[in-house]
């Protein structure tokens, strides 16, 4: 079965908050979020043609991982945790499955 993701993109608008927003989701909601969804794998990435865009991007094992963590509560205690200390900071979420993985 093909690897499925979970994408989370944010709008940081105010360039003073960004390096403290970055700081909070390495050291403590990124790790969260590995250890509450059970995935090996995820990446975070600030957007080059746009530094407000940033997205965090979980490797699940298949669909039915990525299903399993959308229906139960670590996700909205993780959603609770990101509100409570980054209540203008808006988001958007999109899930995906792998079609293709080439390399040479």
């Known amino acids: 079965m093909p690897a499925a993701f979970f994408?989370?993109?944010?709008?940081?608008?105010?360039?003073s908050k960004r390096a403290a927003f970055d700081r909070w989701y390495e050291s403590e909601h990124l790790p969260d979020a590995v250890k509450a969804f059970g995935v090996s794998k995820a990446w975070r990435f600030w957007s080059l043609d746009d530094p407000s865009l940033h997205q965090a991007m979980y490797q699940f094992e298949d669909e039915a991982k990525l299903n399993a963590m959308l229906r139960g509560d670590a996700l909205q205690k993780l959603v609770a945790d990101f509100n409570r200390d980054w209540p203008d900071v808006k988001?958007?979420?999109?899930?995906?499955?792998?079609?293709?993985?080439?390399?040479?």
Not at 91 to 104: C, D, N, V, Y
């Open 91 to 104: 988001r958007s979420r999109e899930t995906l499955l792998l079609a293709q993985e080439f390399s040479q």
């Open 7 to 15: 994408v989370v993109h944010a709008v940081v608008p105010d360039a």
